[in-house]
Structure formats: structure tokens, C-alpha cells
């Protein structure tokens, strides 16, 4: 009887604090997320910046991912273009034609050397800006523009963050 007394005592004060340090941790972590939101420009931020798009993605999925894509902030881009090996079936997307790519992850540099080779074989002089991302990411076009406008054109540069992988697969990835 005066175990039972004592672990149900036990476990109504665990409850007690948690339910104590739950709310405090709670608020806390929102207040650091809130500080560390970006809002949405809506106002068409800086339309004198151009961007265009390099979309890595694959022909399995064109319907799903490279659609999505299409109809959602890659309609934003002022160019885009979907890196994969040619197709005859492109879903109405608009492929690089790029030749000779070797489809499979283990070939995503030479995806991503041609990529920007083409970019700059026929769209240099057309655009300030060349992102290269893949057909699972989203983009908020508008910030990345406002963030790009301060930004000096003639200079080379690339942005991203280094981000290494514990996975053998991979060595590390970019992100913004």
C-alpha cells in the first residue's frame, strides 16, 4: 500500500513538472522559430532581377514532382529548364537538351557540370542569376529575388551552406 502510495505520488509530480517546463520550452521554441521567419514579399520584389531555373529531376518523374513544379514557383522563374537525360515523352515540361547526361544519383555532377555548361553556353547574357535545385524542393521566388537584388551581378559567387552528411552515400548538400 505505501509503495503504490509513493510511485503514484511519484508520478503525479513527473506530470507536474512537466506540465510546468512543457509551456515555458514551448514558448520558447516558438518565439525562436518566429524570429527566424522570413514572410512571403508579395509585392513582386525587385522584377529587375533574373532568374533562371535548373531543375534536376528525372523522366519517372515528370508527372508528379516536375508538374508540381511547373505549375507552382517554377512558374515564377524568368527561365526554367529541367535537367534530365531526353525524352520523348517530356509532359510538356521544358527539358535542356542537354545530350549524353547518364541518368542515376551517382552521376549528379556531371547532371549539374552540364547544366550550368549549357546555361552559359546559351543563356549568359540573359539572365543575372542561375539556381540550380532539384524537383523535391520548393522555392519562394520572390525572396530569393529580394535577397539576389542586393546582391552584385558581375561578381562570381555561389550561396549555400554546406551542410556535411553522416550518410556514405552522399557528401553534403546547399541550402539557403
Known sequence: MLRSLIFRNCVLLIIGVLLLFVPIFWRSSRSSIEKNFIPVQT???????????????TPNNFDNRGRAVNITWGSRCDGLFFITELSNDTKGLPIAPI???????????QKSTLAFQYAYEHHFNTFDWFLKTDDDTYIIMENL???????NTSQPVTFGYGFKDVRTDFSFSFTI
Open 145 to 151: 529575388k529580394s535577397f539576389l537584388s542586393k546582391k
Open 99 to 109: 545530350a549524353n547526361l547518364t541518368p542515376g544519383y551517382e552521376h549528379l555532377t
Open 43 to 57: 509585392n513582386n520584389a525587385s522584377p529587375e532581377v533574373r532568374v533562371c531555373c535548373l531543375v534536376h529531376t
